[in-house]
């Protein structure tokens, strides 16, 4: 069966950092993008970062950029997002997704998904 598992989310003062971390298991996410979304409340899921296969590429939501870091270990099947001066805006419910880089980028969507953890920034 196969896991996504997000951990590292809280409440936090704006201007905070959190590091979200995600570990996959019952399979192998070597050959695939990996990426983080959110959804805010009322909102449709949106993909924030991503990171292709090898980790040789980063990709970033523009609200993002500059602030969120992604990185993946392979060894460890995982992903992180680094989340540094965050914003009331940046509150949200935060996942972790793994599949094509292409859908991940073009429709924020994902062929697995974890259950998410929150996040919130208050002022």
């Known amino acids: 069966q196969v896991q996504l598992v997000e951990s590292g989310g809280g ?12 570990v996959a298991s019952g399979r192998s996410f070597s050959n695939d993008a990996m990426g983080w979304f959110r959804q805010r409340p009322g909102e449709a899921r949106e993909y924030v970062a ?17 602030r969120f870091t992604i990185s993946r270990d392979h060894a460890k099947n995982s992903v992180y997002l680094q989340m ?20 991940i980028l073009a429709d924020s969507a994902s062929d697995y998904w974890g259950q998410g953890t929150q996040v919130t920034v208050s002022s």
């Not at 409440?11 to 995600?22: A, D, F, I, K």
């Not at 991503?50 to 500059?66: L, M």
């Open 50 to 66: 991503a990171v292709n296969w090898s980790g040789s590429s980063t990709f970033y939501e523009d609200s993002v950029k500059g």
């Open 11 to 22: 409440t936090v003062q704006v201007g905070s950092s959190l590091r979200l971390s995600c």
């Open 84 to 103: 540094s001066d965050l914003k009331p805006e940046d509150t949200a419910i935060y996942y972790c997704g793994a599949g094509s880089l292409a859908v």
